[in-house]
Each structure stands twice: as structure tokens, then as C-alpha cells.
Nanobody, 124 residues
């Protein structure tokens, strides 16, 4: 299976903005963003279904926006008002699983295809 490809990471000052992109080879039922900071578990950030319903972690709601283009093969994560606590490697993920979505969309185990990750660093 061809992995997803993320891009757009970088170094920004606190309060700044960054937009991540993820390109898939085919449309899937749902795609998501996860992040992992050193020494921490990979955590859910945001997800979007094929119907474009969106879901956010409480820590980013109101600051981050996940979106999908018309082909549903590319997703974005617009990150505004970034905080140092947002520093992490951000991973794009996808899943073709439609069953039990609401019970599992925020779990990394629900996704079967992953990108290589892109580093986001937010300085104070």
C-alpha cells in the first residue's frame, strides 16, 4: 500500500500559522491528522469523513481546521494561533473502514495507511 505524503511542517513563532498538506493515491472513507511529541503517545488531532464531517481534539478545536479537496485525495490542516504545546511530528492517516467510525475515529489503530510525518515546531 502506498503511504500518504505530508508536507508543510516547519518552525513558527507562537501565535503563528501553518498549513499542512497530505496527498493520498486514492480517496478513502476517512482521513485524519495525528501528532506525536517526544516521549508521548500518538494523539488524535482531527479527522474528516468522505461526507466532509469534521472532528477535532479538544486541544485544537477553534484553532485548527481540517479540510478536504474535491477529489477527497488531499487533506489539509490549517493551524492557527499555534502554541509551543503543538510542537510534534504530525502524521496523516487514512482508513477505508466505515464501521464503528464514531467509536474509533480518534484511535490510531483505526487507520491503516500512514504518512511519514512532518515536523512542526512552535517557539515561545
Amino acid at each position: 500500500q502506498v503511504p500518504l505524503v505530508e508536507s508543510g511542517g516547519g518552525l513558527v513563532q507562537a501565535g503563528g500559522s501553518l498549513r499542512l498538506s497530505c496527498v493520498a493515491s486514492t480517496a478513502t472513507y476517512a482521513m485524519a491528522w495525528f501528532r506525536q511529541a517526544p516521549g508521548k503517545e500518538r494523539e488524535f488531532v482531527a479527522a474528516i469523513r468522505y461526507v466532509t464531517s469534521t472532528y477535532y481534539a479538544d486541544s485544537v478545536r477553534g484553532r485548527f481546521t481540517i479540510s478536504r479537496d474535491g477529489t477527497k485525495k488531499t487533506i489539509y490542516l490549517q493551524m492557527n494561533n499555534l502554541k509551543p504545546e503543538d510542537t510534534a511530528v504530525y502524521y496523516c492517516a487514512s482508513t477505508g473502514r466505515a464501521g464503528s467510525f464514531y467509536e474509533n475515529y480518534d484511535s490510531a489503530h483505526f487507520y491503516d495507511t500512514w504518512g511519514q510525518g512532518t515536523q512542526v515546531t512552535v517557539s515561545s
